[in-house]
């Protein structure tokens, strides 16, 4: 639906050359939520810019819905940018209209004809749950509610991409929330292919099916979120899953283990998926010579699957804790020792 | 009719001061309605096309605000004297209140420009990011976004201009163009005649007062929703 190609991009500030994007490349198929995630400063949305072609890449390819949008004249890309919604984290909505006239915008644009105009805005209204406000001002709205005018605006035209530049930032965690289960709306119910960005990794998490880790203008991950939450190699991703996932030993209970004086070693275990089924800890706690203690655990869901983490204090002799470590690693479960004493 | 009209109110004829009354009104009127308009478009130029604006266009920019600085540091009655020929080429004459509105226009469209350049600039970026993201043409984002938005800051902007006009036309007025300025000068400066030269001032306090009140209520109506 969206394929970035080798695309580069540089601003030169006077003297200064800033390297916005370098060699990116990312693809998102048709129904994806697919989220880029990256620090301030990342490239995020001049990476989002490429797809309605705000910003020209200085190479590389732009291909969206099979049209390669590199050379196209201003009147055809016009054409184009009006089948992409975009939803932008400062809402950018005009302070002289209403709810009702915002949402019209786009149609105006078309000059589609009053009826269509009318029963269209009331389709989106109702929609993102609005029709009641149709008449308020802009600065009459909380930010939940401007968003969703932003949301039915960027709708109205009927898009098969929808873009959002950290649509969420400034809103806070319910409202946040809210937002993002209408996003996932749209995405089921219409068929809307989504592309978000986001410095927030709940985003991730929540909505998202693919995910891109960007840094310093290059994207250092890409995949799956399940796969790249529990297996994130690059430190940023990691960093990033922390925010969401605890796989770190709670200090209270290092403290603990310092008074430990038997052989013992930790492990952290992450059960994916299926994995999760399988009684392994049951399995190593029978080992002779071997004693399981649990330190932490979490459950996290993503992408309509399970995730999760445990983390095990095994007491014993090395051998037998060996043992241990094939009978986990057998199953298939993600290990990694953090500790050994 | 006829007795009212020739009514003498601080000596001079009800009837001269209508007649001159009516010359502020269509000299003021008039150059307001032209000068916003040619003072809109000059706005719009800066705007568009100054660095990183919608169409940039540096040479185009370099004019217009040269053009703007220059009309703008001349004093009007200089003005009027210096640009004569081109009143006479344009109205056929350099007298009465229609040549009038040739100097007028061209001193406060620049004067409005600039006002007007302030609040255009005053849009967020973002709102004419999302035009162009919407697919909206130049043209489109002028009219859908750019107007909308700066409506309410325009009719300040012209309340503003009026009160400097209804300065300038009575200077304009003393160089034959008539009204309130012709009245106070010559009836009542060059005459002697106190109590008439109290009366325009009278008037014309009475008048930028109501101005400055409508306007503000007006802009106040359109930007209320901000
Ligand atoms: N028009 C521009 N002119 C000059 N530099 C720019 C321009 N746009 C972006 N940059 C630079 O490119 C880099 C990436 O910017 P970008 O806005 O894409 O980051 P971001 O990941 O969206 O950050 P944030 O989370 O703060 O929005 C930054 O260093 C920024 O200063
Ligand atoms: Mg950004």
């Known amino acids: 639906m969206i394929r970035l190609e080798n695309i580069n991009k540089s601003f030169s500030d006077r003297r200064k050359v800033v390297k916005a994007l370098q060699d990116v490349s990312i693809h998102v198929e048709k129904g994806d939520i697919y989220g880029i995630i990256g620090f301030s400063g990342a490239g995020k949305s001049t990476l989002i810019r490429m797809v309605n072609r705000l910003e020209k890449p200085n190479s590389g390819r732009v291909v969206v819905d099979g049209q390669e949008l590199t050379d196209l004249t201003a009147a055809q890309l016009r054409k184009v940018r009006r089948k992409i919604g975009i939803v932008f984290q400062q809402f950018n909505l005009l302070e002289s209209k209403t709810v009702f006239q915002n949402v019209a915008i786009p149609l105006i644009l078309e000059r589609a004809d009053k009826e269509r105009i009318t029963k269209r805005v009331h389709e989106v209204l109702q929609f993102v749950e609005l029709e009641d406000r149709r008449d308020a001002y802009v600065s009459q709205l909380s930010g939940g509610q401007k968003q969703r005018v932003g949301i039915a605006r960027a709708l109205v035209t009927a898009p098969s991409i929808l873009l959002c530049d950290e649509a969420t930032s400034a809103l806070d965690p319910k409202t946040t929330e809210s937002i993002l289960q209408l996003l996932k709306r749209i995405n089921r119910e219409m068929g809307v292919t989504i592309l978000l960005i986001t410095h927030q990794m709940q985003v991730i998490q929540m909505i998202c099916n693919r995910v891109a880790v960007m840094e310093e203008g290059r994207v250092v991950e890409q995949g799956s979120v399940m796969g790249v939450f529990s297996r994130p190699q690059a430190t940023v991703t990691q960093e990033f899953v922390r925010t969401v996932i605890r796989d770190q030993i709670p200090e209270s209970i290092t403290e603990l283990l310092y008074s430990e004086r038997r052989n013992y070693w930790v492990d952290r275990l992450k059960f994916v998926g299926s994995n999760v089924k399988k009684p392994v800890i049951s399995e190593i706690c029978h080992i002779d010579g071997v004693e399981v203690n649990i330190l932490g655990a979490t459950v996290q869901e993503l992408e309509n699957s399970v995730m999760c983490i445990f983390i095990l204090q095994l007491i014993g002799e090395d051998d037998r804790l060996e043992e241990a470590e094939a009978k986990i690693d057998q199953a298939g479960v993600l290990r990694e020792r953090v500790v050994t004493s | ?226």
């Not at chain 2, 004459?93 to 302030?118: D, H, Q």
């Not at chain 2, 043409?137 to 976004?145: C, E, L």
């Not at chain 2, 106040?220 to 929703?225: F, G, P, S």
Request: with cysteine; glycine share 10%.
């Open chain 2, 1 to 226: 009719m006829e007795e009212f009209l020739e009514m003498k109110i601080f000596k001079v004829s009800v009837e001269r001061l209508l007649l001159n009354g009516g010359q502020t009104l269509y000299m003021v009127g008039c150059s307001l309605l032209a000068g916003t308009i040619v003072g809109f478009l000059m706005a719009l130029v800066l705007v568009l096309c100054r660095k990183g604006g919608l169409t940039e266009n540096r040479i185009l920019y370099q004019v217009v605000n040269f053009y703007i600085n220059v009309v703008r540091s001349i004093p009007f009655i200089i003005l009027l004297v210096t640009i004569m020929p081109l009143t006479r080429a344009i109205m056929g004459t350099t007298i009465g209140s229609r040549a009038a509105l040739v100097p007028l226009v061209v001193y406060i469209s620049p004067y409005l420009a600039r006002l007007m350049e302030n609040s255009l600039l005053e849009v967020p970026p973002g709102i004419l990011e999302a035009a162009q993201a919407m697919g909206a043409s130049n043209w489109q984002v002028i009219r859908y976004f750019l107007v909308p938005e700066t409506l309410g800051s325009v009719v300040l902007a012209m309340t503003t201009g009026t009160i400097g006009l209804l300065g300038a036309s009575a200077m304009a007025g003393y160089c034959g163009g008539g009204g309130i300025g012709d009245l106070a000068l010559t009836y009542g400066y060059e005459k002697m005649n106190t109590p008439l030269m109290v009366f325009t001032v009278v008037i014309l306090v009475l008048l930028v007062q109501l101005l400055q009140i409508a306007g503000n209520r007006i802009s106040r109506k359109l930007r209320e929703h901000r």
